[in-house]
């Protein structure tokens, strides 16, 4: 009899704990109800995630996008399931300060305030560094520094006004240094550089930072990164690192874990627990983590192929992606607009 209760209360202490924990996460959505968030990279990926369950939990969202054709196709699904006055979509190119104050001038005269702003546009260059050029280290800065920090500027005084919250998706590339993905994991150190110094002087005005360096996600965007060289079995390997199940996390799963973060003030969040891990043995034991990658290193493709050139993974296909190894980012891909 004692051992079943023992057995018992065993069982039941991580129930309660995930309950609490459940309940904790819906109450911290629960105050996006009427909050207006902008979010760039929103016409596809994990923007558009983040949008659908902004919007379902009852905010408005400005969303804008590089492309006309993706914004166009994002802002029709969204306005369809959640209504046109919920939404308002627009093209931009983040790394033009033109654009962006136009973006914040519009979402300002549709919404009439801004409560959070996320950073989230961005791409991937993928290929040795022998063939990563200066100009693929500007493009990459301007995207992932220039662009957040262009829509922190824009949007301050509003997010000021409202005591707001800004998000910036970073990624585990700016806490450790990835092999072939040099100009993206430059700019990724650039951006949790300078937010998480901006998140202690903006705590004086109310407003809240909180750096994302996310692990790989289901989200499909495999389909339009760039790719160098060999660039077919760059995607390969890409692909399906992106698509495997047990080291990602599917899109849905990120956006709420970044919605919730947000709303809860965090100044960071790191997931999944394989990126977390990664992420605290390289600070713990530096030199062990650089063997690791070297060797990872070594396994990568060699400099040739196509060069300095680039193609898009979706012109990049072989008959192992797509296939069954990436059929969860293949579906990724069709449900996040990310399709040429």
Not at 44 to 61: D, F, M, T, Y
Not at 271 to 299: D, E, G, Y
């Amino acid at each position: 009899m004692a051992f079943s209760r023992r057995a018992a209360v065993a069982l039941a202490v991580p129930a309660l704990a995930l309950a609490a924990r459940s309940a904790i996460r819906a109450n911290a959505l629960r105050k996006l109800r009427s909050k207006t968030v902008l979010i760039t990279g929103g016409s596809r990926g994990l923007g558009l995630e983040i949008a659908r369950q902004c919007l379902q939990h009852g905010a408005r969202v400005a969303f804008c996008g590089r492309t006309s054709r993706q914004v166009s196709e994002a802002a029709r699904e969204l306005q369809d399931q959640f209504g046109e006055q919920q939404v308002l979509g627009m093209q931009c190119d983040i790394t033009q300060e033109d654009d962006v104050s136009a973006f914040v001038r519009d979402a300002l005269r549709s919404f009439s305030q801004i409560d959070v702003l996320i950073n989230n546009a961005g791409f991937i260059q993928v290929g040795p560094r022998e063939l990563m050029k200066r100009e693929d280290y500007e493009e990459a800065l301007a995207t992932h520094f220039w662009g957040p920090y262009l829509m922190v500027q824009a949007a301050l005084p509003a997010l000021i006004k409202s005591q707001g919250r800004v998000v910036n998706i970073a990624s585990i590339g700016g806490k450790v240094s990835v092999p072939h993905l040099l100009p993206y994991s430059n700019s990724k150190f650039a951006l949790v550089g300078f937010f998480e110094g901006l998140s202690i002087e903006l705590a004086r005005h109310g407003v809240s930072v909180t750096t994302v360096c996310p692990g790989l996600m289901r989200t499909g965007s495999a389909v339009n990164a760039w790719f160098k060289g060999q660039y077919r079995k760059e995607y390969t390997w890409f692909s399906i690192g992106s698509s495997l199940p047990l080291l990602t996390c599917t899109a849905e799963s990120a956006a709420r874990q970044i919605l919730v973060a947000a709303m809860q003030r965090k100044s960071s969040l790191t997931f999944p627990l394989s990126t977390r891990l990664a992420t605290l043995a390289h600070q713990v034991a530096p030199a062990a983590s650089m063997c690791v990658l070297r060797a990872i290193n070594k396994l990568l493709p060699r400099p040739g192929g196509i060069g300095v050139s680039r193609a898009k993974g979706y012109r990049s296909q072989t008959r192992w992606s797509p296939s069954m190894l990436t059929i969860l980012g293949d579906r990724a891909a069709q449900r996040n607009n990310e399709l040429p």
